[in-house]
């Protein structure tokens, strides 16, 4: 087994107590935002801030302060609340796209990073770059999208050493934080993520398969690559 690993641990999210209660954000936490489905559509938000305060080295904070900063993709995406908006879609928002969560890193880090959707490749080398990111202690942003099945997500039992189906999901943003070659007998690579405040495994093969030859998911389908610019 060989893990390539972020340097640091994932951030997490404190309640008032100073107690932790998440890695990572979680979009359910935004239920009651009035006119925006973050709760329903808010992945790709919170993809965003939690890449960028682990960039930026912000490894620890209270949901208070979470929900603050929340304020901070709205500002730099002005036209985010009408794809959140469920009103404004017929009752059914459609969530962000990579040209925002581009746009709030770039704006946010005041050009000391530049993040690019690396869709038009494909998955050509994907996972080198996926790979690459991570030894450069980068979380990468990735999208699961394909409008016709779900991709598994799984659990890692320390009793057992395997990995546990937990859940399935659709169309949504994740944080990988960690590969894993030679995982075990039943997964060959495996992608560690932060998603809803909780840690999973994706199965690369399987992710492939979920793809599957749709041209329209293997471009949306993919990652998010952040690089530091040359000052």
């Known amino acids: 087994m060989e893990k390539i690993s972020l340097k640091r641990e994932y951030i997490k999210i404190t309640d008032e107590a100073e107690n932790i209660i998440s ?9 009651d935002t009035p006119g925006l489905d973050i ?14 305060l682990y960039i930026q080295n912000t490894l ?21 609340k009408y794809y959140l908006n469920k009103l404004f879609f017929a009752k059914s928002a459609i969530g962000i796209i990579p040209k925002h969560i581009c746009r709030y890193i770039n704006t946010i880090s005041k050009g000391k990073l530049h993040a690019r959707w690396n869709g038009i490749h494909g998955h050509k080398n994907m996972l080198t770059k996926m790979e690459l990111m991570i030894k450069n202690d980068f979380p990468v942003i990735w999208s699961l ?11 890692f039992d320390n009793n057992s050493g395997e990995f546990i ?5 659709n169309n949504h943003y994740v944080n990988a934080i960690e590969i894993i070659y ?3 007998s039943a ?5 560690k993520i932060s998603s809803w405040g909780r840690i999973y495994y994706v199965d690369y093969d399987e992710y492939f398969n979920y793809v599957g030859n749709s041209l329209l998911s293997k471009y949306c389908s993919n990652v998010i690559l952040i690089t530091k610019k040359l000052q």
Request: glycine content about 10%; some cysteine; proline content about 3%.
């Open 23 to 31: 890695c990572g954000g979680n979009q359910e936490w935004f239920e």
């Open 39 to 52: 709760k329903g559509q808010g992945c790709g938000i919170i993809s965003s801030l939690d890449a960028l």
């Open 60 to 80: 620890t904070l209270p949901l208070s302060q979470y929900k603050n900063i929340l304020d901070s993709f709205l500002g730099v995406n002005v036209f985010t």
């Open 145 to 155: 999208y394909n409008p016709r099945r779900k991709i598994n997500l799984y659990s």
């Open 165 to 169: 189906y937990s859940t399935s999901t």
């Open 182 to 184: 030679n995982a075990s």
């Open 187 to 191: 997964h060959g690579t495996m992608i």
